[in-house]
């Protein structure tokens, strides 16, 4: 072996390497730039939160063009995904050819499921609505669903605006179960809300 690699010091991963000398900025501090902040999904149902949910969406291209769907979010190869299943034909939908549909801030009392902020991913129920600015405002009460679809109110209320939601698939033997969960925050809200 040469004497050069013997005689050379050993690179230290924990030194700082050196910034080239620029004249111009003589005395200025140096910064070096910030890392890229983190972002969330560039689509609202492409959350690992949402994994498992099933939601209605609107296909908005491809050969689904203008069909409303239930899709599942599912994770396949370590990747959320959009999957839809048409009569005995399913596959994946690119996020771009796919909208949340949003709930109808004065009427839809079905499940919901928070696609943005802090509370990605949970199943709320729409409670009342009201207008904030002149923009619909929808009360929730946020539900813990078990596998068989029976749910119970967590006693946490929220507030959201409709594009912050996305109506939820039930079947049929879901809406009849959870059918009188509602009710008694229904019955307050008309009272409080009817002042």
């Not at 072996?1 to 080239?20: C, F, I, K």
Request: net charge negative; with cysteine; glycine share 8%.
């Amino acid at each position: 072996m040469p004497d050069y690699v013997l005689s050379s010091p050993a690179w230290d991963p924990s030194s700082r390497t050196p910034l080239p000398h620029n004249p111009e900025t003589e005395g200025d501090s140096c910064s070096l730039p910030s890392p890229p902040q983190q972002q969330g999904p560039a689509h609202p149902l492409l959350d690992s939160r949402l994994i498992g949910a099933k939601l209605k969406v609107s296909v908005t291209g491809g050969e689904h063009k203008d069909k409303e769907m239930v899709v599942a979010i599912v994770q396949v190869d370590g990747r959320v995904s959009i999957r839809f299943s048409h009569y005995k034909m399913s596959g994946f939908l690119p996020p771009e050819q796919v909208c949340p549909k949003h709930p109808n801030p004065t009427r839809d009392n079905g499940l919901l499921v928070v696609i943005e902020g802090d509370h990605h991913g949970k199943y709320v129920r729409r409670i009342h609505h009201q207008y904030k600015d002149g923009r619909p405002v929808i009360m929730v009460a946020v539900v813990h669903r078990m596998e068989d679809g029976q749910e119970s109110l967590s006693g946490e209320c929220l507030e959201f605006s409709p594009n912050e939601l996305c109506v939820s698939h039930e079947t049929k033997e879901e809406k009849q179960q959870n059918d009188g969960l509602m009710s008694g925050l229904h019955e307050e809200a008309r009272k409080t809300h009817a002042r």
